[in-house]
Every structure is written in C-alpha cells, then in structure tokens.
C-alpha cells in the first residue's frame, strides 16, 4: 500500500505541490490526469525518493520514504519507475540493460537475471531483441524495454510517468498495450497520462491534478461522466 | 654517396633516451590521470563553488608554462631539502601538469552522460557507487577518450623539457649526438622518426577503441 498524506512539495518559491493525500491499495491502478505543471509527475518521483518532500510523510508497504533512516536503493527495488524518456543504457545490449540491476542491486546470479530478464523482453514483446543495442531500436521498443528493466527486478508497485508523451503516435498503441497487459495482470500501478481513453479503460480510480492539488478523484465512470470540480470540466472540455 | 658516422652504440644512445622518453610518459600519464579522475570527480560531485580552490590550482598548472614548473620545482625540492632526483622531480611535475588536463576531460566526460540516464540507473536501486561504475564511467570513457589520448601524446612531447633537469631523454641524447657528430638533420630526422614511432601505437589504440564501441551508439 502506498500512503501519501498531506504532501507538500516546492521548487524555489514555486509550491508544486499543495497538500497531497493519496492512497493506492495493492492491485489498485490509479491514473492521474491533469494539465502540464500540475504536479502529478513531481509526486511519482517524490514516491520512490528521487526527490525530496518539504512537509508530509509518503509510505509505501508502512516504509516511510522520506526518512533518514530509510534505504532508499533498497526501497526502490520494489517501487519500478518508468519516465517520458526511456533512458536506455547506450552501452548495453538490450538484454544487459535488463540484467544489469537485478545483478548489481539484488545480487542474482547472471544464469537467475538472464533468465527473469528473457522472460520480462519477452513478456512486452521484445525476445528477439536480445543482443540488439537500444539505439538500434524505435522510441516504442525503447519503452517497452525499460518497462521490461523496471519489471525485471520483481517490483511490487509500478509508477508509469507520461510514458508515451515522447512517442511517434503510431508508437503509442504498443506501449499502451504493455500497460493494459500489467494492469490486468493485477499490477499495482500508478500512471500518469494524457491519454484519456487509456485511463478510462485501465483505472481503478482517476485523479485529477490542478496547480498542485488533487482537485477530484473518482472511479473512471464517475471522473470522466460527470466531473463535479470546474477545472476538470474545463480540462476535459478542451482534451475530447 | 651517403655516408654518416653514426655508428650502431649511438643509436643504442638514442634508445636509452627513447626508453627515458617513455618511462617518465608512462609514470606521469599513470599518475596523472588517476588523479584527473579522482578531482573530475570532485570537481563534478561539489559543484562549482566548494571545488573553486582546486580549480584554481589545477588552472596554475595549466597555464604556467612546463618549463617554468620543472625549474621552479627542481629549486623548491633542493630548498626544502626534499632530496628527490631529477626523475621524481620531472615525474612530479608532469603527473600535476597531466592530472589538470586530465580533470577537465573527465569533468566534460562526466557532464556528457545525461542526467536522465542516471536517474534511471538510481531509480532501479543502484548506489551512486554502481551508478558511476557501469552507467557512467563507460559512457564517460567514450566520449573522453580522443581527448585523452590527445593529452597522452602532447605529455609525451612535452616531456622533452625535463632535459633541463638533466634527464637524457630522446631528445637529450639526440642533442648529445648533434654535438659530437655535426650531424643535426640526419640525427633529428631519426629522432623525430622515433617519437612517432612510440606516438603512433597510441593514435592507433585510440583509433581502434572508438572504432570498437561505435556500433553501440
């Protein structure tokens, strides 16, 4: 479970976020909608540690993120995170850039990270792509490869940030695919998207950001049938 | 008809210089850029302003002219008694004078690697440690390695002035040749053909590396 309670978050003398209270039950998929500078990416990064909060208390499985005392590395091999741009390791063949943090960060040997890293390209598409370096590859196979490297190191929790708003649209559809597949696997997930119809389909619930705050939040039916706060009528208004 | 009284013992000469050449090279290119890491590194992780005092002494080291630094270097390790011998001074001098280019290649090397990327590397769990070690310094390698063996082959060149230490380098023992034999063009034409015959292997590496890990970018 991850709770997020009354989070606040600024960037210089810009408040990005203004009080979030969140919370994401195991196999719940939350998408979060909202226009650009509304805070919603800020709060994926906040969840695993990548940044830091200015007030409030993020939990995840009970584990306070933000706490001294906290192992973040460790924390965050159960949190997965997946970003607008895929970052590939240029370096790295496809299936070395899979393998590279189970090895590293949870020790397994290479036959275990081989296996779990063929079966992780495999599930999103990619098993005939294995010694292929990234650059080789569309922005799509890209993405569904770093889904694969998050998916790899058996996260309990996935955090999708814009994933496809960097891709061709005809690149769009397969990543999007890759998604749905997790969302119906029962993956814990948190997505943030632009892609309405996607979070309609997929959501167990949606939040609707407006200027650092959580302006409603709502079962997909209920958001996107009848929205009650005026921001979100105007958003969706101006997205359809 | 050519004829040279240059004899095999004089060319036996000019290879004591070349290995000289080539020892204090390698000691200082070593040294230097070990050292170049570590303070790219440090300059890279404390910013511009905690690293300003390093910066500034790196930027004395480049800028003084060598010689400068191995005269004043010879006369400050006699003042203070330190003892050393002209090699230790001229490896000393040249370790630091490679150590300041050094740090900038690896600061640039470093910078090159997004900052995207090492977010990601972090996001699946890795230490700082980790992520320098397989994300970075990989990355980094490549794109500061034609620089790098720019800085190698101008240190080796540029090592010729620790003759005024004493030290019979190359191009020492070429000078020594000059003078007894009188014959300057034939004796700096080995010469030179010697400092390219060490340089050109290195060029070459270089050229192989960059060839070899082309294909993954």
Redesign the interface.
Known sequence: MIEIENVRKSFGTLEVLKGIDLTVKKGEVVTVIGGSGSGKSTLLTCI?G?EPIDAGRIKVDGTEVHAKSTDL?????KI??V?Q?W?A???LTVLENVM??PR???GQSKQAAEEMAVKQLTHVGLGEKLSV?P?RMSGGQQQRM?IA??LA?SPEYMLFDEVTSALDPQLVGEVLDTLRMLASEGMTMICVTHEMKFAREVSDRVAFFHKGVMAEIAPPEALFGAPKDPELQKFLAATH | MFSTALTWSDLAFLAQGAAMTLAVTAVSVAAGTLLGILFGVIRVQAGPYWSMPLTFVLDVFRSVPLLIQLVLANAFQSIAKLGWAPFTTSCVVLSLYTAAYCTEIVRGGISSV?A??R?????????WW?DMR??VA??AT?VSLPSWIGLTLGVMKDSALVLWLGLIELLRASQILVTRLQEPLFILLICGAIYFLISFPIARLGGYLEKR?S???
């Open positions: 695993n990548l590395n460790k924390l965050r091999s997965g995170i970003f741009q970052n390791f240029p370096h590279l943090a590293k960060v949870l370096y650059n770093a490297r998050a190191m | 997004p995207t990327t977010r990601a590397a972090r996001s699946l769990g890795m230490t980790q397989y994300i990989p990355l490549r890990w294909p993954n970018d």
